[in-house]
């Protein structure tokens, strides 16, 4: 997956997680919690989808990571970059 | 005795507002003229490894009351809690904004609960070579016994206590008893009382049930659930709901609440006796006590509200409970049944069925156990209202019968305000 890839998976992750959520101006330097009402749980999830979709494991420690949608894809970046995005 | 003239109001408990969802309706007067109309809420199902079946299912519009997140966070029975809340709230007119939501008790009897989340769970990890790290973060919190009244607790931000009552198919009145003791006990000033039913939605009940023979079948939906029919074949599931708003007499009489009735009586006993098979001998005793506690004889009530399922052994069995009590002199007492309309709600039930009745005290109408063609002589109970509604006159008692496994029994007597 390219970057633009991971950045649609991710959205299209959270408007499953965030279904209330206007994604449309997201900024990607700024922090999810920030932007969106995105509680433990949430990440969470974002962490499960992408265990289910790409079998991505994500170690707890990193879970910072994910904090922005600009963190959360390049730290996805070297992960999923022989991996094909399902559409 | 639970209420008596003679007994300050502050111990008088009385129904002030009515929430629910029924396969037939999603509001009291739906209901309530779709009873009157014959109009049955079972459909065709289709559920995993089932297959095709009958169920009543509730169409309630789920984002009345809850954001898309809630829905998806939480489960389908306290998506149908937190609806039911809502529109009791609402129906009591009770100024919530500025109500003490310490002061709020919630009490859900529920059948079975964790379930559905159970199954959905263990189904999409066959997926995952049953690997376990791939078992959802949010089944703990959807499948705690205390989940529906622990949603509503957090959608109306109610911090008084909450908690389910597990019941069995007696939760409904159970939930309507334990909300009355509650502000007998001076626990809360507004008890939100009842049950709900998300039973539909996993495929073990259906199968447990037909397994048993206990499950029903029909060419025609809305034929298959007939209670007292020589040619009934057993249960319909159905999901739903019904919350009452419950509050002391002198609560309500303050704010000048519209009283819809009183909580003049109730019972629970056990049977003690079979894990699935009733005892009509215990149900007796659990009738028998609700009118004494009421200080009523058999004969002033008016309407009885039965629990029969569909299933040969249970309807019969309830009718001998019925003839024990009210014999041969009862000459104006009405019997009918709710699930020949909407099957049965599980949880809900005894809710629900009280609320289908609650309306009589108003309009003088006894609704009818509908799709009797042929009336099983075992359940040929004297004042059995069949078919058609009947025109009783004036109302004053309501007696709500509701039964379940492991013997357990509740009933509920509500007299007219």
Redesign the interface.
Known sequence: MTLAEIREEIIDILH?????EDLSELKDDVTFRDQL?LDS?DF??IV?EL??RHRV?IPEEDYGELASMQRTVTYLEPLLKDVARVS | MIANPSHPNHHRIVITGVGLTSPNGNDLQEFRQNLLQGVSGVVPYNIRYVGDTLAGVCDYDELRHQ???EV??GTRAGSVGVYCAHETILDSGIDWENQDKSRVGVYIGLTEHGNVETENEVYQLQG?DYDT??W???HNPRTVANNPAGEVSLNLGITGPHYTIGAACAAGNAGVIQGAQMLRLNECDVAIGGGVSESIHTFGIFASFKSQGALAEHEDPVRASRPFDVARSGIVVAEGGCLYTLERLDDARRRGANIYGEVVGYSMNSDASDFVLPNPHRQAECIQLALRRAGLAPEEIDVVSTHATGTASGDEQECEALRQVFGEHCENTFFNNTKSYIGHAMGAAGALELAGNLTAFEDGICHPTINVDELDTACDLAGLVVNEPREVGNIRYILNNSFGMLGINSVVIIGKF
């Open positions: 499953d997680i965030a279904p209330d009402e749980m969470l999830d499960m265990r289910k494991q | 954001k898309r997140k998806r966070r995952y790290a791939y959802s973060h949010h």
